[in-house]
């Protein structure tokens, strides 16, 4: 017997907008040195809990990685977090899609639609140099709250969505140290990583728990990361649009699998009202 899946919500899609949405002002940025734990202290004078993890997000960077002789890259003054977004916040191309999450290496974060509107992002670290994420198609097939890895049984990997079974690809919870440094995984701060878990649907699998009947959340990885350069946000000081992404950028990454997304989606709820019908 086929497992039916929990009721999936799938929102209306939005109306159509009848003007062209205004390209967002940039917000500028200022350079925060860091030399030790003095200026550590002057930080957290300055600035509120959530806007230092706003910062550290900002960054790639999680707490255990802050360094002495390191840069913070601060925006001023701290606005809403998706102001932020290197992705836009709408994608035309992507209005007949429920969901789907983008995902690149050249910025390092993630951008998750509904319906072609950003309803969330967040940084990444993507594979290293040497173990890169692949770029191309996946889907979000399963998930567990933990797993082990299967490179080190000692690496913890909590909130895992799996996207590709046989090379163990997936997106979940683990540190970011401002840099692409995982083996081929996308790991993502904990309430990212958290959010992705409970928002994604996952394949369908027939009665022999091999064949896919239907496929989970699309996931499209893309972009080039510059190894031994300096990245993306380290470079908002000068140019406060050096992470920012166009919607044509971002149609032109996701039209060569279009048609295949959507015959998977109509699959997958022709599936669904079958199953419901039993």
């Not at 806007?51 to 925006?75: E, Y």
């Not at 919607?247 to 599936?271: G, H």
Request: hydrophobic share 35%; net charge neutral.
């Amino acid at each position: 017997m086929v497992t039916l899946p929990a009721r999936e919500a799938r929102p209306a899609p939005p109306e159509p907008e009848s003007e062209t949405l205004p390209s967002p002002v940039p917000v500028l940025y200022h350079p925060f040195p860091i030399y030790g734990l003095e200026s550590l202290a002057e930080l957290q004078s300055r600035l509120k809990p959530e806007d230092i993890s706003l910062v550290l997000k900002l960054n790639r960077l999680d707490d255990r990685h802050i360094r002495r002789g390191s840069t913070l890259i601060i925006p001023d003054p701290i606005p809403d977090w998706m102001d932020l977004s290197p992705f836009p916040h709408r994608v035309e191309a992507l209005r007949s899609i429920a969901k789907i999450i983008l995902v690149s290496r050249r910025v390092q974060a993630f951008g998750a639609y509904e319906f072609g509107h950003l309803v969330r992002w967040g940084p990444t670290s993507t594979g290293k140099k040497s173990t890169p994420t692949p770029a191309g198609l996946y889907h979000t097939n399963w998930k567990a709250r933990q797993r082990r890895s299967t490179v080190n049984p000692a690496w913890l990997l909590r909130w895992y969505v799996n996207l590709e079974n046989r090379e163990g690809i997936s997106f979940h919870q683990y540190s970011l140290p401002g840099y692409p440094a995982s083996h081929a995984c996308i790991r993502l701060f904990e309430d990212d990583a958290r959010w992705i878990y409970h928002w994604i649907d996952q394949w369908i699998l027939a009665e022999d728990g091999r064949t896919v009947l239907a496929q989970g959340t699309p996931v499209i990885v893309f972009g080039q990361y510059p190894y031994g350069q300096e990245p993306p946000w380290k470079q908002l000081v000068e140019d406060p649009r050096a992470t920012m992404m166009s919607e044509q950028e971002i149609e032109d990454v996701v039209r060569p699998y279009l048609a295949r997304l959507r015959q998977e989606a109509d699959e997958r709820q022709r599936l669904m009202a079958e199953l419901r019908s039993q």
